[in-house]
């Protein structure tokens, strides 16, 4: 839980909050207590949360997630925000990862072009960041506003790298508002490819 806090980034993951060395290999990393993200005030640059790590800058599998990802509404991000079940941004490989919390999300992107990106393994995969043989079985929610790109998805909100064998069984339900009226994107599996 996340008293008030004024910061310019943030990484926050159940098991670790960025990695740069591979994860999973052969040992699986598990989490199954609840992130709640609460009071946040991220003054400008970018929040990253996920259920096992909130940035991945190389390979992560066999990672699963039981427990709840949240962000209530006491809390801000003025600039971009990702935020996934598993992983919260994606810059590295996810492969056989799994989650079964429910990733619900109400903290606003406040700035004009910003972006807010929840999905159900990863908030958003860049072009490194393969995602293979992953499953989602929890809801993924979205009820705060964006002033620029909003995209949900139940494996991934935005996928500019390959989505492969994996599925949604999860509900995926958006009810924020872009303000720009930019990009809205909502997807059972991928918000925006």
């Given at each position: 839980n996340i008293p008030q806090l004024k910061c310019t980034r943030m990484y926050l993951g159940g098991v670790v909050g960025t990695n740069s060395r591979e994860m999973?290999?052969?040992?699986?990393?598990?989490?199954?207590?609840?992130?709640?993200?609460?009071?946040?005030?991220?003054?400008?640059?970018?929040?990253?949360?996920?259920?096992?790590?909130g940035l991945n800058s190389a390979?992560?599998?066999?990672?699963?997630?039981?427990?709840?990802?949240?962000?209530?509404?006491?809390?801000?991000?003025?600039?971009?925000?990702?935020?996934?079940?598993?992983?919260?941004?994606?810059?590295?490989?996810?492969?056989?990862?799994?989650?079964?919390?429910?990733v619900s999300n109400a903290c606003p992107a406040t700035t004009s072009g910003s972006y807010l990106q929840v999905g159900g393994i990863v908030g958003y995969n860049n072009g490194s960041s393969a995602v293979s043989n992953c499953h989602n079985t929890g809801n993924v929610i979205n009820t705060a506003n964006c002033n620029g790109y909003l995209y949900v998805g139940g494996i991934t909100s935005e996928a500019d790298a390959a989505v492969s064998n994996c599925d949604n069984t999860g509900d995926v339900t958006n009810s924020g508002n872009s303000a720009q009226s930019k990009w809205i994107s909502v997807g059972g599996v991928v918000g925006l490819i």
């Open positions: 999973g290999s052969g040992n699986a990393n598990l989490a199954d207590g609840d992130i709640t993200v609460s009071g946040l005030n991220v003054n400008s640059d970018y929040l990253y949360v996920g259920g096992v790590v390979a992560v599998s066999n990672a699963s997630n039981a427990g709840d990802v949240v962000l209530t509404s006491g809390s801000t991000c003025k600039k971009s925000m990702f935020v996934g079940g598993v992983v919260g941004r994606g810059e590295g490989n996810i492969s056989s990862c799994t989650n079964s919390g429910a």
